[in-house]
């Protein structure tokens, strides 16, 4: 079992990064959420399961930084057809804990619900997300995100939004 964090402070401050990221997604802050990833990223939502091989399976997603970035501009378009108008999305984010620690990296994991309302109807997201914080002169940036969609085996409605 992993130790409790006992640095309130820091724990303050992950707590507050990942609310501002969610918050980001919510309002379609493209160009800000992308400035909270590391250079070395990887954005990963896999398919079939929680525990694929990324390299060897498919994935929903598995961006590196640059993809990231054409990511972002392919939203900054407006030609993303299913997200005009633009869904509406709230991210919730519950039971948010450490779960280790190498170095300037935090490892963190989460459980988010997002409720998306688009012209195609209502649609409940589901999912562990884990994170690799890096402390980079006191802000936190993403080196890593895997979002684990409880529905990730089963057909899924276009995600054309940060999820």
């Known amino acids: 079992m992993l130790a409790p ?3 309130e402070t820091l724990m303050r401050r992950i707590e507050q990064f990942i609310h501002a990221e969610a918050r980001l997604q919510d309002e379609h802050a ?3 959420w992308e400035q909270l990833w590391t250079d070395d990223a990887i954005y990963w939502v896999p398919a079939n399961g929680a525990d694929i091989d990324p390299k060897s399976q498919m994935s929903i997603i598995y961006d ?15 030609k993303r057809y299913t997200q005009e108008p633009k869904s ?3 991210h919730f984010v519950t039971n948010i804990e450490v779960t280790g620690r190498e170095g300037d990296d935090i490892s963190v994991g989460c459980n988010v619900m997002v409720y998306e309302s688009s012209l195609r ?5 589901a999912a562990r997300t ?28 276009t995600l054309s939004f940060l999820i």
């Open 121 to 125: 109807g209502e649609t409940i997201w």
């Open 130 to 157: 884990d994170y690799t914080l890096r402390d980079e002169a006191g802000a936190f940036r993403m080196a890593r995100k895997k979002v684990a969609l409880v529905n990730n085996d089963r057909p899924l409605y």
């Open 64 to 78: 590196n930084r640059s993809r990231i970035g054409i990511r972002v501009k392919q939203l900054l378009t407006g």
């Open 30 to 32: 493209y160009e800000a």
């Open 5 to 7: 964090v006992t640095d």
């Open 88 to 90: 509406n999305i709230r």
